[in-house]
């Protein structure tokens, strides 16, 4: 469809409107500006579209019957879905303007599963904007799933078992658990073409020291062309398992420090084809080491426009409380849900500069006026069905402080409330953290703060709503991500004396994630609330399809039929 033709048809629509009515081919020729065969020829286009119906009369001057079927708004999703097929999904949504139900339409025939010339592609929504992918950057869980599927590290862990894998290494030895040498598999080749250099790897690996996690890297060499040397300041048995870390996975050495607007380039099963506001598309890597993926084509579209409701109408299986949803096709009622308790969940943080936070009564008294089944109480049932009480963060352990003594802040007591934008269920619990405070006497305010600025703890606050989404296995994830958020080191160092001893323990093996969380439950400073029922619905037609720790799936072994 020309958008020319559909801007003659909107001049003829905004003279007659949709009731038949009375005309001739000069009137029309003189209205749209051109001759009596042009228009003949456009009457034809419209009404093979299905736009209008034209009745002529015999003879010139006789009036013939003409009347508009399609409304502007028909016009403008036919007008999207042309766009859309041409892969312009900003433009499509431009088109359609503030209407939310046009969008709902045109969403519904387009995600899910697709074949374009023998190629398999899987169209997924999204309801935000997705952040920089950049190993090294901080990031959500949505993006470490995707980082995961552009790059590869020296190791991996395998997210059915749990168990360390090799992934660009394909072997690793150390005699004192302070010198380490990994072997490299040959031939990698980066999605640009260009094979892997030991200048990458230590460009990239000599990065990681900036970050806490990797303090005590002290040196890297290439000590042969597929032989790679790591030197630590102090013993770490845990060093493989460390490198399997998101922030770990090797970038191309002109790729440490991200450059605006460069697509990001890894060695993974699948390249950055497209990156916008709107778009993000994975290509299937035909290069890569490993087996090439199965899904040609993954296209994930940012839709912040729709809300819950909105995106719920699209697609059956999504919802507010859930980062992922597909549905196949519009009424795939027959799609089989997958469904699974997430180790993790939302939690509350003291921070230790708060002047109210000095107190352990009361930084208990606060938090039991916030108990995870009070918030319960006052969030909106579509979603509370989705959240189970926490106990801790990890669903097999129970932390839960005994006895605390408790301090009721004084009425009039004002705290501010810290999280990170574009997560809808955030604003659900500070409003019902503002409304059982309130009962108390206490103001709640709520600051809203870019992620980076939550994760490094930049704002000033006196509490911190967050949520962690831990992978296999949980107990070592959870204390690499404890020791890797800037701001949870600093709320360690004021509640956790235990942290050098604890660190001390676990990288020589041991196990002190228990020890370590229980002291910030006990000490007031840390509130588990809730973990997530992780869903993702798997369209009839899809295999291969298995729920991660991310609450995503790994694109490369998903396959249509």
């Known amino acids: 469809m020309s958008s020319r033709l559909q801007h003659h048809y909107l001049r003829l629509l905004a003279h007659f409107g949709q009731q038949p009515t ?138 059915e078992n749990g168990e360390l894998e090799p992934d660009l290494a394909h072997h690793w030895h150390s005699e004192d658990g302070r010198h380490w040498v990994f072997h490299l598999r040959p031939a990698v080749r980066w999605h640009n073409g260009r094979l892997l250099a030991g200048a990458d790897l230590l460009a990239s690996l000599s990065a990681l020291r900036q970050l806490p996690l990797f303090s005590h890297l002290q040196a890297v060499s290439w000590a042969s062309p597929h032989r790679l040397t790591l030197e630590l300041a102090e013993v770490d048995h845990r060093l493989p398992w460390l490198l399997a870390h998101h922030s770990a996975l090797i970038l191309p050495k002109e790729g440490v420090e991200p450059r605006p607007g460069q697509l990001p380039v890894g060695t993974g099963p699948y390249r950055v084809s497209r990156q916008d506001e709107r778009c993000l598309r994975l290509s299937a890597f035909d290069d890569y080491f490993g087996l090439r993926a199965l899904l040609d084509e993954v296209e994930i579209w940012q839709l912040p426009e729709l809300d819950s409701q909105q995106l719920a ?8 409380t859930v980062e992922l949803g597909m549905s196949s096709s519009p009424g795939a009622a027959a799609a089989q849900g997958i469904r699974e308790l997430e180790q993790g969940g939302y939690f509350l943080l003291w921070d230790p500069d708060s002047p109210l936070a000095h107190s352990l009564a009361q930084r208990h008294g606060l938090l039991g006026c916030c108990s995870a089944s009070q918030i319960l109480a ?8 989705y959240w189970s009480p926490a106990t801790s963060l990890l669903s097999h352990w129970y932390q839960v402080a005994e006895a605390p003594v408790r301090d009721a802040l004084p009425p ?56 962690v989404n831990l992978g296999a296995p949980p107990e070592s994830s959870l204390m690499t991500w404890l020791l890797s958020v800037p701001l949870l080191r600093r709320v360690l160092a004021a509640g956790a004396p235990g942290l050098p001893q604890w660190l001390y323990q676990w990288r020589r093996g041991e196990s002190p994630a228990e020890a370590c969380l229980a002291e910030l439950i006990d000490g007031g400073w840390l509130q588990p609330l809730f973990h997530s029922w992780l869903r993702l619905n798997r369209p009839v037609g899809t295999h291969g399809l298995r729920l991660n720790s991310q609450g995503w799936f790994d694109f490369k072994s998903v396959w249509l039929s």
């Open 22 to 159: 009375q005309t001739h081919l000069d009137a029309l020729a003189e209205l749209l500006c051109c001759t009596r065969r042009h228009v003949r020829g456009l009457l034809e286009q419209m009404r093979a579209l299905g736009w209008l119906s034209w009745q002529g009369a015999a003879g010139r001057g006789r009036r013939s019957t003409l009347q508009l079927l399609a409304s502007e708004a028909q016009l403008r999703l036919v007008r999207a879905g042309a766009l859309l097929e041409e892969g312009e999904l900003d433009s499509a949504v431009a088109a359609l303007g503030a209407d939310g139900q046009q969008l709902v339409a045109l969403l519904r025939s387009q995600l899910g599963q697709h074949r374009i010339q023998d190629r398999q592609l899987l169209r997924i929504p999204y309801y935000r904007r997705l952040g920089l992918l950049h190993p090294q950057r901080p990031c959500r869980r949505s993006e470490s799933h995707l980082l995961r599927q552009i790059f590869n590290g020296l190791t991996r862990i395998n997210e």
């Open 378 to 385: 006052r969030v909106p049932a579509e979603t509370a069905r």
């Open 412 to 467: 009039g007591s004002h705290l501010t409330l810290c999280h990170y934008a574009e997560q809808p269920e955030y604003r659900l619990i500070a409003q019902a953290m503002q409304s059982l405070l309130a009962e108390q006497g206490i103001s709640l305010e709520t600051r809203v703060v870019s992620h980076a600025d939550w994760y490094q703890g930049r704002v000033k606050a006196d509490l911190w709503l967050g949520s």
């Open 313 to 320: 109408a699209a697609l059956p299986s999504c919802s507010l």
